[in-house]
């Protein structure tokens, strides 16, 4: 069965239900919805899917700690290692605006696919340079098609065309692991947690005045067109925008604390 396998993908869909119920749920509507349930039998690599994600073409892939599976809707595919993957255990699956599907690997390896064939460290110089000793966890394209890596252990990668600039926290009061990447309306690239928001430019890393803090990098969404990010915050679910912070709507405290 595909199963959302840990708290922090909890998060993620409670901010995406709690975003989606305060915009489109109307008292007295009613709808009816129709679940399949899919296991090892039909070909998925491992029930416990870490991302999934349905590419520009319709595919649905599917990170798992064994491998990714593609879907076209009728049959799954299972890609490892020996198909070309860095790693086997992927965290997340990205897709650029080249049409790159991008693999964030627990090993500290990036890859990606594209147009039938697969780039990794091995393979590509890029990629060499991006090799890190911590997990990649999130990734992000901003307006000048820059790629925004987040890491689990106090880096930030950025991939420029083939130049890769890999960012360290400035001090020891700082806590960039985990973040959540997104762009402001001035194009300012900006990465988030549950201890701060942070500014990423020329100069480095500086960190950014933050009304709410996310509960977690896992609970935020963000819309691209409106340069807008909505998170769960311990106030509730928070919009950032134009540089200004809102409760779009309070939760109740124990809920809360429960997902944290």
């Avoid at 965290?91 to 991008?102: A, F, P, Q, V």
């Avoid at 790629?147 to 991939?159: D, G, K, S, Y």
Wanted: aromatic share 14%; with cysteine; net charge positive.
């Amino acid at each position: 069965m595909i199963l959302l396998p840990n708290k922090a993908n909890s998060l993620k869909w409670l901010a995406s239900f709690l975003f989606i119920f305060s915009i489109t749920i109307h008292p007295g509507s009613t709808q009816t919805i129709n679940f399949r349930n899919y296991t090892v039998l039909n070909g998925l690599a491992n029930s416990n899917i870490y991302y999934t994600l349905q590419d520009s073409r319709g595919f649905l892939w599917l990170a798992t700690s064994s491998g990714v599976n593609r879907f076209d809707g009728k049959k799954f595919e299972l890609l490892t290692t020996d198909n070309g993957l860095a790693d086997n255990e992927v965290l997340m699956i990205y897709e650029d605006s080249k049409g790159r599907i991008w693999f964030l690997n627990f090993n500290g390896k990036l890859g990606y696919y594209y147009d039938g064939k697969f780039f990794n460290p091995e393979n590509d110089e890029t990629l060499k340079k991006a090799v890190i000793k911590s997990s990649y966890t999130n990734c992000f394209e901003d307006s000048s098609n820059r790629l925004w890596f987040a890491t689990n252990q106090q880096q930030i990668v950025e991939i420029d065309d083939q130049k890769v600039k890999i960012y360290h926290k400035p001090n020891k009061e700082l806590d960039i692991s985990n973040t959540f990447i997104f762009e402001d309306e001035h194009n300012r690239v900006l990465a988030a947690n549950n201890k701060g928001f942070y500014y990423l430019g020329e100069k480095g890393i500086v960190q950014e005045p933050a009304k709410y803090l996310p509960i977690s990098s896992k609970s935020s969404q963000y819309n691209k067109q409106k340069r807008q990010l909505v998170y769960l915050s311990e106030k509730g679910l928070i919009e950032f925008k134009n540089g200004q912070f809102n409760i779009i709507r309070s939760i109740p405290e124990e809920i809360v604390k429960k997902e944290m």
